[in-house]
C-alpha cells in the first residue's frame, strides 16, 4: 500500500528528529496495529485518516503512556 509505505518513512523522519531534539515519539502506527489485529480498520476511521471515538480513544492512551501517564 503506497500510502502506508509513505507514513512509515514520515514515521522514521519525526523518530530521526525527535532523537535529536529530545523529545518524545508517540509511536501511533503500534498502538492502532494491536488495534487493528481484533477490528477491521474502518472500525477505527471511515476514510483512513479521521479517527472516529474509538481511534481517538487508542491514540489518546498512546500518548498518555508515552508521557509516562501511570495506568491505575
Do not use: C, T
Not at 59 to 65: G, W, Y
Request: hydrophobic share 55%; charged share 25%.
Amino acid at each position: 500500500d503506497p500510502m502506508r509505505a509513505r507514513m512509515d518513512e514520515y514515521a522514521a523522519i519525526v523518530k530521526r528528529l525527535a532523537d535529536k531534539h529530545k523529545a518524545v515519539v508517540v509511536d501511533s502506527q503500534a498502538a492502532f496495529n494491536v488495534v487493528l489485529e481484533d477490528l477491521p480498520s474502518a472500525m477505527i476511521n471511515w476514510d483512513r485518516v479521521h479517527l472516529n471515538h474509538i481511534g481517538a480513544a487508542v491514540l489518546a492512551r498512546a500518548v498518555l503512556s508515552a508521557v509516562g501517564f501511570e495506568w491505575a
